[in-house]
């Protein structure tokens, strides 16, 4: 059983379309993250929701909006697609605060997207 | 938040020992010294953590400087299956935000 799970894996579509990556965890976690990798490999948080609740958007276009309808499933929907969102895209979830004394992160595989 | 420093890549031998260093001259006394590793096409994954004291898991050891600017990753015997990007990663108690610096690739020759 996949703890993180998230679909589509591998998404290729054209400048200026819709989309959204699904992610969904089995672990009971009260966190859920979006992470953006981009092609130099740097992996930077975008959201965190806390309880369906958001608490960490960092400096990411409105075009990026999350979703979290109960605490299990955390979903990104990006509007009108630029070619510089091109990048994998990584949900993950923790038992609360991840920092401190220890509570891991824990990482789905991964979303290919690729703006063309 | 804390910088780090790490080398960019290194290369082991397999079933050899590899220390991965990590200096974080700036972290303060109540953060936690995480480590990361991302294999090859996949999300990061937990390896260990640490506050003052050496730690061991059944993945790795964490031996951390007495001054605390400094950790080093040890695998004890390197296999192929542990070529990975490895991330240090100081963290204060009671963020959100893990910082992922850009890591050590690490790789494995057979």
């Known amino acids: 059983d996949t703890a993180v799970s998230q679909t589509p894996k591998y998404l290729v579509t054209q400048m200026g379309n819709d989309k959204s990556i699904k992610c969904e965890q089995n672990l009971g976690h009260d966190t859920m993250y979006w992470y953006k990798q981009d092609s130099k490999k740097f992996l930077k948080i975008m959201f965190s929701y806390n309880n369906k609740e958001l608490i960490i958007n960092e400096t990411v276009p409105n075009r990026f909006s999350p979703k979290s309808p109960d605490k299990a499933h955390l979903n990104l929907h990006i509007n009108s697609l630029e070619l510089g969102d091109s990048a994998v895209y990584f949900c993950a979830s923790s038992q609360d605060l991840p920092g401190g004394i220890g509570n891991t992160i824990y990482f789905g595989e991964g979303s290919w997207l690729t703006v063309v | ?110």
């Not at chain 2, 780090?4 to 890549?9: E, I, R, V, W, Y």
């Not at chain 2, 010294?33 to 059944?58: A, D, F, K």
């Not at chain 2, 040890?74 to 100081?90: E, G, K, N, Q, S």
């Open chain 2, 1 to 110: 938040d804390a910088k780090t420093t790490q080398p960019n890549s290194m290369e082991s031998n397999e079933e050899e020992p590899v220390h991965l260093p990590c200096n974080h001259s700036t972290i303060s006394g109540t953060d936690y010294i995480h480590w990361y590793r991302q294999l090859p096409s996949q999300g990061p994954e937990y390896v260990i953590h640490g506050l003052t004291s050496n730690v061991n898991n059944r993945m790795a050891s964490l031996a951390i400087a007495e001054d605390r600017k400094s950790s080093t990753l040890i695998l004890h015997r390197a296999t192929l299956r542990d070529a990975a990007v490895y991330y240090c990663i100081p963290s204060p108690s009671g963020t959100y935000k893990y910082i992922f610096g850009t890591g050590t690739r690490l790789k494995v020759l057979a």
